[in-house]
């Protein structure tokens, strides 16, 4: 008779329960709290206000711009993987995790330097003529999503380097027998199989850019309020945990409602390439 596995899973559903589920739980909770009982009072003073509804699509503007940012500089690099040899491959996921491996808010200082009036960016634009006179990214969304592109950018190399790793070069080669440019062969062929590394990618960006709150408080500045940022003003500055809990769940909804629109399209994809 086979043994249950069960005992052996029940040690990750203990923990699971103790610090993700019960944490999320306290938190809604919070977030309908109201001197008289359960009340949605909290979330008709959020979505009430137009300054937290334009906080809200400015946070959803940055996660998408830096999504956008990391596909265009995640695809070629995950592309130069494939096709290179073993020395190449080394170097390139040595250089992709390599960042990883230090702190995110060592890296968002670091990004000060770069976006700095002193800094290579200004320095090369001057060079170049581009501009009069040293002028500084810090402070401004442009800046911003520089670095958080840099920051996430692993998040979306790793998937697709994963897809292309099982992806046999011989389906390139029968489409250059076809007689399929290397665009085509890129839009028609290898566009669709690393679609699905594409999506958790965007997923794990997407996430990621939406609640980073150092990098967004000290590159984009006091000027470019995240929700992030309004959640900590609520909790450490206006002490107001309930109306702090219910932006937390506005933005974990968020999040959720990408999350499952993008698993969705993933398992439409998969059940259409089975077909």
């Known amino acids: 008779m086979k043994a249950s596995g069960f005992p052996y899973v029940l040690p990750m559903l203990l923990l699971s329960v103790a610090f993700f589920a019960t944490p999320l739980a306290v938190l809604v909770g919070f ?5 008289g009982g359960a ?10 206000d137009a ?14 711009e830096t999504v956008i940012g990391t596909t265009l500089l995640g695809v070629p690099i995950a592309l130069l993987y494939w096709h290179g040899g073993r020395n190449l491959r080394q170097v390139l996921i040595f250089l992709t995790l390599i960042p990883m491996l230090t702190s995110n808010v060592v890296r968002t200082f670091a990004w000060i330097v770069i976006l700095g009036r002193q800094g290579p960016i200004s320095e090369a634009l001057v060079g170049l003529g581009l501009v009069g006179m040293p002028t500084s990214l810090l402070f401004t969304e442009l800046g911003l999503v520089m670095a ?15 897809i292309l790793s099982r992806t046999p070069v011989q389906l390139t080669e029968a489409a250059q027998v076809s007689g399929a440019g290397p ?8 566009l669709p199989l690393m679609l699905p590394g594409l999506l958790a990618g965007w997923i794990l960006v997407f996430a990621s850019t939406s609640s ?5 408080a000290v590159i984009g500045g006091a000027r470019n309020v995240y929700v992030p940022q309004l959640i900590y003003r609520e909790v450490g500055t206006l002490f107001d945990w309930p109306l702090a809990s219910a932006i937390a769940v506005v933005l974990l909804l968020s999040t959720g409602c990408l999350l499952v629109a993008l698993t969705m399209m993933s398992r439409h994809r998969r059940l259409v390439g089975h077909a």
């Open 39 to 48: 009340t949605l009072e909290h979330y008709a003073r959020f979505f009430g």
């Open 51 to 64: 300054f937290n509804f334009r906080v809200l699509v400015n946070t959803a503007r940055l996660g998408l």
């Open 31 to 35: 977030s309908f709290a109201g001197s």
């Open 212 to 216: 980073s709150f150092v990098t967004q």
């Open 183 to 190: 665009w085509r062969i890129l839009v028609t062929v290898l």
């Open 148 to 162: 958080m592109c840099q920051i996430d950018l692993p998040l979306i190399i790793l998937p697709l380097i994963a």
